[in-house]
Structures are given as structure tokens and as C-alpha cells.
């Protein structure tokens, strides 16, 4: 059973810098594609930025020249870099996976991230 985890979040100060892990386990295959996602209080869940195995990324407009996606193939471990961080960017972050021949989305449990003085 795929399983996504999760690590890094936390506390930071407007102006700081937080690194995201999420290590996807129990498939034999490695993610064709994984993600970061995030959820502020009363708004919807967002994309943050995403990854193919190749290495292409997109961004939200919100979080670019920021925020820097990139993944270890032989860890199946996608990380997300985070710059310059402001309070709009306080939101519970959740990795995202997709498997070849399956359009089923993987999830992981979620890391708050606070940005605040």
C-alpha cells in the first residue's frame, strides 16, 4: 500500500526559509509525478508546485522565484525549498503522488507550516 510521509514543517518568521520532505514507500514503481499541495484555514486546497519523473515543474504563480521543487528518484523523495516566506503562505502542506497506470491521487497526512513573528 503506497504511503506518503511527510516531514519538515513548523514555525518560522516572516522573511525565513523551510524545507519540505515527503518520502513515497510500498510501490514497487517510482511516482510518475509528485506534488505539494496546501490548505489555508476556510480556503480550498491549492497547488503548490508539482514534478514529473523527468524533472518538469510548474508553479503557482503565488510561490514562484520562492519556492523551489525537486525530487530523488532513488528515494522516491520529493522536497520543497521555501524562501522568503510570508504569513500567506501559513497553510497545512500536503505531498501528492500519482503511479503509472492508475489516475488514483496519493496523499500524505499533512505538515503545518505557521509564518509568523
Known amino acids: 500500500q503506497v504511503q506518503l510521509v511527510e516531514s519538515g514543517g513548523g514555525l518560522v518568521q516572516p522573511g525565513g526559509s523551510l524545507r519540505l520532505s515527503c518520502a513515497a514507500s510500498?510501490?514497487?514503481?517510482?511516482?510518475?509525478?509528485m506534488g505539494w499541495y496546501r490548505q489555508a484555514p476556510g480556503k480550498e486546497r491549492e497547488l503548490v508546485a508539482r514534478?514529473?519523473?523527468?524533472?518538469?515543474?510548474n508553479y503557482a504563480d503565488s510561490v514562484k522565484g520562492r519556492f523551489t521543487i525537486s525530487r530523488d528518484n532513488a528515494k522516491n523523495t520529493v522536497y520543497l525549498q521555501m524562501n522568503s516566506l510570508n504569513a500567506e503562505d501559513t497553510a497545512v502542506y500536503y505531498c501528492?503522488?500519482?503511479?503509472?497506470?492508475?489516475?488514483?491521487?496519493?496523499w500524505g497526512q499533512g505538515t503545518q507550516v505557521t509564518v509568523s513573528s
Open positions: 510500498g510501490s514497487a514503481f517510482s511516482p510518475t509525478a
Open positions: 501528492q503522488a500519482n503511479y503509472v497506470g492508475s489516475t488514483r491521487d496519493y
Open positions: 514534478i514529473t519523473r523527468s524533472g518538469s515543474t
